[in-house]
């Protein structure tokens, strides 16, 4: 059997070994050589990537200057060594030089140059610069009117966006023109102006920080031009400080700025990712100065700010104007507190405020967000003297030199002519609470306001103080002002009413009268000084009344020229001085009389005024006061047009007088010369009766200076007044106490 098999057996072991199907293995050798493709595609990059892509500055060079715009080298001018590009995780560009020209209108000066420069971009930024030009190109292309619409559209040239910019060194040239373009405005929209462009935005940087650098900046429409330097000083212990100097004018006044940070500080950072840098600045725009101490996150921005500042000036005003923040014309000012900014609110908290003899502190919060920058907070003060705050409206300041306060009435006008700074009014709105414990009002009152409450307000131009609460003398005062300044004239008007306020507290007056008339004789002299002297004051009473005022112009002068509206007032539970009747009525035996016995109080048994104004004519429609003794009331007018005064004082005495001079006192002139006489047709009648008379019997001269009185005028005058009294005097005092 084996011989049978053997030969089949030989035959299988002779036969050639299967072969593999065809085709199964060139997948295997696709895959080595995709493998090693990929290997070694992997490894150029690598290479590349590690070799910092040293043929790719021409192509980063065009790609940088299509983003931007503007032509960008990232070499000096035939040298290719020293730059290095790294493409993972975005555009990484490590270069000895960068340079990006100025725009076509300022071509000649380059807009930054640096040195040292290590630059990060991301890929999605970069996309949208390059759209953004494609976009802008084809706007061009097409008919001016789409290139306009397009501006508009957006409101303001896309900015570019950087990650981050790192530079040892650094020269910036930063212009703006009048018309808007601006060397730091990138792409089409800093090369040429139209009607609609807005602003001209800075390009938006993740993190921006120079050791060492010069910028000029040169703004035509803000009449700006600053140059400042910066350097970082290396110190012992490897610690280093960045010192920055800046020179220049703001509206045609010297600026001054120098800045000190401990370590390199970040111009620009994202907020809340970048250490706070302690760093301290002094600066001065005019006469305002500022000094600061504490940290900050971002200098270009600002963001993180936080510590404490010194502010100073000439005024509240001169004070606001850099920042645009408006605030009124005072005198000298100065504010110490904390400073804080997060994004675009600031935050003050002002411990200690002055100005002149003002003690103030608030907390306030600035807003720049808005299209309008709002101002909130809560103004408090120990005390505020009127007088400090009288430039606002044109006056001189309680300082101000007499020099000065000449000058102001050199043209014999006593109001302020100064124009209001209406525009300022429009750059900002607020809202803020006051609550000043006490409000000086002046040498003429005796008493403060105490305290004062107020609600202020401005928005779009017009200022409302509001919910006015204040107290003075028992006495309780409230209403509100408002000044429009939303149009070319100024549109003011007031609208108060007090109650209750004595006038023997609130006014200072001298006293009318002594107990004893003067003598001679030193034992007389003992005599009254031994006994005590009664002291009455000239007027006393409660005041009431109301005023609705309204009046337009660029200036107080101007809106006082053109009232219109009304004033009254009422007093109740009131006394004037005996003497004081006597003088009015020139009855010269009651005048000796008061002298000898000594003054009191004449109770009045009626004293309203009631006044219109008319074109800045203030006419007393009634004005009376009724005593007793005697009747007293004012005619004439007052013109705050023309700052002259035509008044006059009439007297009616209820009693006989064996020796009176009664004739009307006239006050007329200007504010600024203001003259008081006597009316001299009733005194030449009374002496020429009594010449003739004298040359019949010398003793019947005395009998034209005999006055039996004037009832019968007193009498309607006093009706006049207590019909007033009942309706017009109680309407104002029921009013007050609303």
């Keep these: ?359 103030l502190s608030g907390d306030f919060r600035y807003d720049i967000s808005p299209r309008v920058p709002m101002l909130t907070g809560h103004l408090r003060g120990q005390v505020l003297d009127l007088a400090d705050l009288a430039p606002s409206v044109g006056a001189p300041a309680p300082q101000a030199g007499e020099a000065s306060k000449a000058a102001a009435r050199a043209d014999g006008k006593v109001l302020p002519t100064r124009e209001f700074d209406l525009p300022s009014m429009r750059a900002m709105d607020a ?25 202020i307000e401005l928005d779009e131009g017009r200022l409302t103080i509001s919910e006015i609460d204040a107290r003075a003398a028992a006495g309780h005062l409230m209403g509100s002002l408002v000044l429009d300044g939303s149009g070319e004239r100024a549109a003011w008007r007031v609208d108060l009413a007090w109650d209750g306020v004595r006038l023997e507290r609130w006014l200072k007056q001298d006293d009318a009268g002594t107990s004893k008339m003067a003598a001679s004789a030193p034992a007389r002299d003992a005599a009254a000084d031994a006994q005590p002297k009664r002291q009455t004051k000239m007027l006393a009473g409660s005041l009431a009344g109301e005023a609705q005022l309204e009046g337009q112009g660029r200036s107080t002068a101007e809106i006082l020229g053109s009232l219109q509206g009304k004033v009254g007032v009422a007093l109740e539970d009131a006394s004037v001085s005996r003497l004081l009747v006597a003088k009015a009525g020139l009855d010269i035996a009651r005048i000796l009389g008061i002298y000898l016995r000594g003054d009191d109080d004449l109770p009045i048994s009626c004293a309203v005024a009631d006044m219109a104004a008319a074109q800045g004519v203030l006419k007393p429609r009634s004005a009376v006061i009724d005593t007793p003794d005697a009747t007293t009331w004012l005619i004439g007018e007052v013109s705050l047009a023309q700052e002259t005064m035509h008044l006059q004082v009439a007297v009616a005495p209820k009693k006989f007088s064996v020796a009176s001079l009664r004739t009307p006192v006239e006050v007329h002139g200007s504010f600024a010369q203001p003259q008081v006489k006597l009316s001299t047709g009733p005194i030449v009648k009374r002496v020429a009766a009594a010449a003739v008379l004298s040359v019949a019997a010398p003793v019947a001269a005395v009998l034209p200076f005999f006055d039996t009185g004037d009832a019968s005028s007193a009498k309607a005058r006093g009706e006049e007044c207590r019909k007033l009294a009942r309706g017009y005097g109680k309407r104002l005092g029921e009013k007050a106490r609303e």
């Design 1 to 359: 059997m084996n011989a049978v098999f053997e030969p089949v057996l030989s035959d299988a072991q002779a036969e050639p070994p299967l072969a593999p199907p065809p085709g199964r293995g060139r997948p295997r050798r696709r895959l080595v050589a995709v493998a090693a493709t990929l290997v070694v595609v992997g490894g150029a990059l690598a290479a590349c990537e590690y070799l910092g892509w040293p043929f790719l500055a021409g192509p980063a060079e065009r790609l940088l200057s299509q983003a931007t715009g503007r032509d960008v080298a990232l070499r000096n001018p035939g040298e290719s060594s020293g730059l290095r590009i790294h493409l993972l995780g975005g555009l990484h560009i490590a270069a000895p030089v960068v340079t990006v020209a100025g725009p076509d209108w300022r071509a000649a000066t380059p807009t930054l140059h640096a040195q040292g420069v290590r630059l990060h971009m991301r890929y999605a930024d970069l996309w949208a610069a390059w759209r953004s030009s494609r976009q802008e190109d084809a706007a061009a292309a097409g008919s001016p009117a789409s290139a306009a619409a397009s501006s508009a559209a957006t409101g303001r040239a896309p900015a570019l966006r950087i990650r981050s910019l790192v530079a040892d060194r650094l020269e910036a040239d930063l212009f703006r023109q009048p018309d808007g373009r601006a060397t730091w405005q990138l792409g089409k929209a800093g090369q040429s102006a139209s009607p609609g462009a807005g602003p001209a935005t800075l390009p938006e940087f993740g993190y921006l920080a120079v050791r060492s650098g010069d910028l000029h900046y040169r703004d035509a429409g803000r009449e700006l031009a600053v140059d400042s330097h910066l350097q970082l000083v290396e110190g012992g212990g490897g610690r280093s400080r960045l010192v920055a100097q800046a020179e220049g004018r703001y509206r045609k006044q010297p600026l001054t700025l120098e800045l000190v940070s401990n370590g390199v500080l970040p111009w620009v950072a994202p907020r809340g990712d970048a250490p706070a840098v302690q760093m301290s600045m002094k600066g001065q725009v005019g006469g305002a100065r500022l000094s600061f101490e504490g940290t900050v996150t971002s200098a270009l921005t600002l963001d993180g700010l936080s510590g404490r500042f010194d502010l100073s000036g000439p005024s509240m005003a001169a004070v606001g104007a850099p920042v645009g923040v408006t605030l009124p014309t005072t005198g000298a000012f100065r504010a110490t507190g904390t400073l804080n900014k997060q994004g675009d609110v600031w935050q003050a908290a002002v411990t200690r405020g002055t100005v002149g003899n003002s003690k």
């Design 431 to 455: 809202d803020v609470e006051v609550d000043i414990a006490e409000v000086d009002l002046g040498s003429a009152f005796s008493e403060p306001l105490r305290p004062l409450r107020a609600r």
